[in-house]
């Protein structure tokens, strides 16, 4: 039995941030309905690029769901979502504030028919503030948010990373969110509203940063941060064929276990050095190596922190991640075979998996309104 079976969640988000956090609760067992607007539905639906059919952006982040579509604009539409909402234990939306009010379905009105319910509202700036009707995007939260600005090399411009990072941490807090919300509901009976604003959790990446500057009134800034690359014993290095390599001596004992691998315990001192000449020399030790000759030294050496820097097809094929069973290969009937990123926890005695394929538009209307409207139409 999966942790969250029985739970009914009610998914009106699009895109990334909300649907990756209703598949965090899909994988778990609870039965996550995307609710979707008229066609094209979900936005990712369209995105490229495309397999066989459908988007792979989309097959993405919507295993384990089903999809009705309804038009909340439409009289008939909105009361039979107002049915739904009496059989669902949480609600999710990510439009910006004000619009399911306007809808008449905002959470007082939601509270009305189900005073249990768990009403979750991803947004970018939150329900409050003088952002809070701005729209934005993942490179405006983590920029406003203080992320983007810590994250490049010392005296060179900002870096903007591939990953979605707002997306994604707003989608983890949104869970965790929707998790004690569902807890406190069967506690008490009583539902809540849950607001998670996509720049507060960039923000939330932040606690060491802030008490560093609290403590020294020393702004961290990109390169010299002790964990930002600027010295010698943490920080990436490339090898003599051009690939990458990460060492991690951050403890004095691993620092000296390097130095002591590579024959230069005269470097033990010089740790946290930021001479440019220090740098200089172990970069150059680096490029005396290829990174194939580093990880055989790494293998042969207990404790000597050095791993590589893995492109998506060395992922795959990283024996870490095939022990762990980190990604799921799945043949879809109509697309082929998908790669699928697994929860990144194991819990004793659940199996985790792709129980259904990312549904169709509109895929399980039928069976949805069976089984939560029966008798009531």
């Excluded at 995007?137 to 979605?164: F, R």
């Excluded at 943490?234 to 003599?240: G, L, S």
Aim: net charge negative.
């Amino acid at each position: 039995m999966l942790p969250l079976e029985g739970i009914v969640v009610l998914d009106l988000t699009r895109l990334l941030p909300g649907p990756y956090c209703s598949m965090i609760l899909a994988d778990l067992g609870a039965r996550v309905i995307k609710v979707e607007p008229p066609p094209p539905g979900d936005y990712m639906r369209e995105f490229e690029p495309k397999l066989k059919k459908g988007s792979a952006f989309y097959y993405a982040v919507n295993r384990n769901k089903e999809s009705i579509s309804l038009n909340l604009k439409d009289e008939g539409d909105r009361e039979t979502f107002l049915k739904l909402v009496t059989k669902a234990h949480v609600l999710m939306e990510g439009f910006r504030p004000g619009v399911m009010d306007r809808l008449g379905l905002g959470y007082e009105r939601l509270k009305e028919v189900n005073p249990a319910l768990v009403y979750c509202a991803i947004t970018g700036f939150g329900q409050d503030g003088p952002y809070k009707d701005l729209p934005g995007h993942d490179i405006n939260y983590i920029a406003v948010g203080g992320v983007l600005d810590q994250i490049g090399v010392k005296g060179g411009p900002p870096v903007l990373p591939t990953i979605q990072i707002a997306d994604l941490t707003s989608a983890f807090w949104a869970a965790i969110g929707i998790l004690a919300g569902v807890i406190r509901s069967r506690a008490t009976g009583e539902g809540t509203f849950i607001d998670v604003s996509m720049m507060d959790t960039v923000l939330s990446w932040l606690p060491i940063h802030f008490v560093q500057y609290a403590a020294t009134g020393h702004v961290p800034t990109r390169g010299d941060f002790l964990l930002g690359g600027g010295f010698p014993c943490y920080r990436v290095y490339e090898t003599a064929n051009g690939q990458y390599v990460t060492l991690g001596a951050l403890e004095e004992k691993f620092w000296r276990v390097f130095c002591e691998a590579v024959e230069r315990e005269d470097l033990v001192p010089h740790q946290f050095s930021q001479d440019p000449e220090v740098i200089r020399e172990v970069d150059e030790l680096f490029r005396s190596k290829t990174l194939e000759e580093w990880l055989e030294l790494a293998g042969s050496t207990k404790d000597l922190l050095l791993f590589p820097v893995n492109t998506l097809p060395q992922v795959m094929e990283d024996s870490q991640v095939k022990a762990r069973k980190m990604l799921w290969m799945v043949k879809h009937p109509v697309e082929g075979e998908l790669v699928m990123v697994a929860p990144p926890f194991k819990m004793e005695g659940v199996e985790f998996g792709c129980r259904r394929f990312p549904p169709a538009f509109d895929e399980d209307r039928e069976r949805v309104l069976k089984d939560l409207l029966e008798g009531e139409r």
